[in-house]
């Protein structure tokens, strides 16, 4: 499994957190930015870790902003993408098993990075269920068309 991660800048301590998790993980993923505190926008980091999923160039994707919101609404805005806001386990593992979310959106000033490392470890660890549920997402994913 390969994975993308971007944050802004009111996310990126907690990505610095979720990288250490992804690393004691053995996950291999790319690093998209930001790298600082200082204001940035985040559909500049949003689309990168999208594109990269949606092409297939790595399996899924985490986004960090302050609350997730700004993240997980540009990076839904891509053909292919089921990016969920998730800020609890429970949801993580919802989403993974019945969403098929191939994107992880979390916010720094709601999660703390504790919290952050076992939603991150559920999310990447429960799959899809398929089944009943691949119809519903069959037809989440054919709203794109129209």
Same mark, same amino acid.
């Given at each position: 499994?390969?994975?993308?991660?971007?944050?802004?800048?009111?996310?990126? #301590?907690?990505?610095?957190?979720?990288?250490?998790?992804?690393? +004691?993980?053995?996950?291999? @993923?790319?690093?998209?930015?930001? +790298?600082?505190?200082?204001?940035?926008?985040? !559909?500049?980091?949003?689309? !990168?870790? %999208?594109? *990269? $999923?949606?092409?297939?160039? $790595?399996?899924?994707?985490?986004?960090?902003?302050?609350?997730?919101?700004?993240?997980?609404?540009?990076?839904? *805005?891509?053909?292919?993408? /089921?990016?969920?806001?998730? =800020?609890?386990? @429970?949801?993580? *593992? %919802?989403?993974? %098993?019945?969403?098929?979310?191939?994107?992880? %959106?979390?916010?720094? /000033?709601?999660?703390?990075?504790?919290?952050?490392?076992?939603?991150?470890?559920?999310?990447?660890?429960?799959? @899809?269920?398929?089944?009943? =549920?691949?119809? /519903?997402? +069959? #037809?989440?994913?054919?709203?794109?068309? *129209?």
């Amino acid at each position: 499994m390969k994975l993308a991660i971007g944050s802004d800048h009111a996310g990126y #301590k907690l990505k610095v957190e979720v990288v250490k998790v992804l690393e +004691d993980m053995n996950i291999d @993923f790319e690093d998209v930015g930001c +790298d600082c505190t200082d204001s940035v926008d985040y !559909p500049d980091y949003a689309l !990168p870790v %999208a594109e *990269k $999923v949606a092409s297939g160039e $790595v399996d899924k994707g985490i986004l960090i902003c302050g609350t997730g919101i700004g993240m997980s609404i540009s990076a839904n *805005k891509m053909n292919g993408i /089921r990016c969920a806001l998730v =800020h609890d386990v @429970f949801s993580a *593992k %919802a989403t993974r %098993a019945h969403n098929d979310s191939n994107i992880l %959106a979390m916010g720094e /000033r709601i999660v703390g990075p504790g919290l952050a490392g076992e939603i991150v470890k559920a999310w990447i660890e429960t799959d @899809f269920e398929g089944g009943r =549920h691949s119809k /519903r997402v +069959d #037809k989440m994913m054919a709203i794109e068309e *129209k």
